[in-house]
């Protein structure tokens, strides 16, 4: 069955550390690779996308994503974290081969909430 | 990227009644979409809103719970009818944006509460 798997459901790091947050997925084919950020009673923001080409991503706010297909995965990483990362993290995929139409649905992980301490 | 505004923002509900959610976009899109985030949990599809057609569902959700609207390409509401305390969540709308890459974003959310 076709799955998004977010291993860790709660990270704890301190301010300056570095993150890597693991996102794992089973699709027959590589899909289109989300990640999204939820910070505290607030809506969700994209982080950065993949759909092809280059397998290094960055994206907002210092992030960065590595799609590795060999492992089908997705991690994201930031050098440096600062305390208003603090947030939940989810990655998510749209089927590969899906058009702009009424399959282009998002599958989401569970996702990670990530704690910063100072 | 697209502004996607969502009223109410909160709400606290009496059970049996029903609430409507707005969703309006700065921009024309074709797919619209509505999200439920029960509490603690991640994002679950409730339908997808097309302009001029039908709403299409995803297993579980039914149109007599979850009556969607999609007057124009700007606009789309989704009412949660008949509310009881299991359907305190967040409701998200969303947008597709087709271009260099389709990509979907998200309205700050409606937090409702059913008591």
């Known amino acids: 069955a076709q799955s998004v798997t977010q291993p860790d459901i709660h990270i704890t790091v301190s301010e300056g550390a570095s993150l890597e947050l693991r996102c794992n997925y089973s699709?027959?084919?590589?899909?289109?690779l989300f990640w999204y950020v939820q910070s505290p009673g607030q809506g969700l923001q994209l982080l950065l996308k993949y759909f092809s080409g280059d397998t290094l991503v960055q994206g907002i706010k210092g992030f960065e994503a590595e799609f590795k297909r060999s492992q089908s995965s997705f991690n994201l990483r930031k050098p440096s974290v600062h305390w208003s990362d603090a947030a939940e993290y989810f990655c998510?995929?749209?089927?590969?081969?899906?058009?702009?139409?009424?399959?282009?649905?998002?599958?989401f992980g569970k996702g990670t909430l990530l704690t910063v301490n100072p | 990227s697209a502004v996607i505004s969502q009223k109410p923002s909160r709400d606290i509900c009496q059970r049996g009644t029903s609430l409507t959610i707005q969703c309006q976009v700065d921009?024309?899109?074709?797919?619209m979409f509505w999200y439920r985030q029960q509490p603690g949990q991640s994002l679950t599809l409730i339908a997808t809103a097309n302009q001029g057609s039908e709403a299409t569902y995803e297993s579980g959700f039914v149109i007599d719970k979850f009556p969607i609207s999609r007057p124009n390409l700007t606009f789309s509401t989704l009412t949660v009818s008949n509310m009881s305390p299991e359907d305190s969540s967040i409701y998200l709308c969303s947008v597709l944006l087709q271009g260099a890459g389709n990509t979907i974003y998200f309205g700050e959310g409606s937090w409702l509460t059913v008591v």
């Open positions: 921009s024309q899109v074709t797919m």
């Open positions: 998510a995929v749209v089927p590969w081969g899906a058009s702009g139409g009424s399959n282009y649905k998002l599958t």
């Open positions: 699709y027959g084919a590589t899909p289109y």
